[in-house]
């Protein structure tokens, strides 16, 4: 498909454990975003990445949180020693270009339930 | 506080009526914003944006009116549809800032019968 694609669509695991979770952005799109939503809640911006420039990692909560982009492309998201509240739904989007006047289009995420 | 906002959680207009959606900022940098549809389960589909220096732009059954000087903005849906039945969300990115996008908590529009 052209869409921006996520992986797992769902994620149950157990407090403490750690997750990955995956993002193939849309081909050709240089700018992977990273997003967070807890339930009924707007998005919260996680970490961007532009190019091979350095990510701007300024929306990750803690140091629990990382992620990494390979080769421009496909990015990992990771959440380690996840906790109750890590519990919400991962979304990532990509644009072509920078943000600013370029609309950043969303998968339909990963929902990641902590036990 | 929350930078970009909505003033009404929920809408319900009849099906075929006009709706309009607003949404209030209050950083006066912002200059590119977005308009997004959300049905459950599925990730924000954009709708249209428009960038500060413009006041209106128009799509495919909706337009989007930016009024600068009191920091709002909405989005008009015209003849609304059970398939207009979702949360939009306004966004705003910062200029000079980051290119995340700041959202609002979204306002759920229902199309009655």
Redesign the interface.
């Known amino acids: 498909g052209a869409g921006?694609s996520q992986s797992p669509s769902n994620k149950v695991t157990e407090k403490g454990k750690d997750v990955e979770l995956r993002c193939d952005p849309i081909s050709g799109h240089t700018?992977l975003?990273w997003?967070r939503q807890s339930l009924?809640?707007?998005?919260?911006?996680?970490i961007?990445f532009?190019g091979n420039s350095a990510p701007?990692k300024?929306?990750l909560p803690s140091d629990r949180f990382s992620a990494e982009r390979t080769g421009g492309s496909v990015s990992t998201l990771t959440i380690q020693r996840t906790q109750q509240e890590d519990s919400a739904v991962y979304?990532c989007?990509s644009s072509f270009g920078?943000?600013?006047?370029q609309?950043?289009?969303?998968?339909?995420?990963t929902r990641l339930s902590i036990l | 506080g929350e930078s970009?906002g909505l003033h009404l959680p929920t809408l319900s207009v009849q099906e075929g009526d006009n709706s309009i959606i607003n949404c209030a900022y209050s950083n006066s940098a912002s200059?590119?914003f977005?308009w997004?549809k959300q049905e459950s389960?599925?990730?924000?589909?954009?709708i249209i944006?428009i960038?500060s220096n413009m006041d209106k732009r128009q799509g495919q059954r909706v337009t989007v009116l930016l009024n600068k000087t009191v920091k709002h903005l909405s989005l008009q849906i015209a003849a609304t549809q059970p398939g207009d039945s979702a949360v939009y969300?306004c966004?705003e990115?910062i200029?000079g800032g980051?290119?995340?996008?700041?959202?609002?908590?979204?306002t759920h529009l229902i199309i009655q019968p």
């Open positions: 921006v700018a975003y997003y009924g809640q707007g998005l919260e911006f996680l961007y532009q701007d300024s929306g979304l989007a920078t943000g600013r006047g609309p950043q289009h969303f998968g339909d995420g | 970009v200059d590119y977005i997004y389960g599925k990730g924000p589909q954009f944006d960038r969300f966004a990115v200029g980051a290119d995340g996008l700041t959202f609002g908590k979204g």
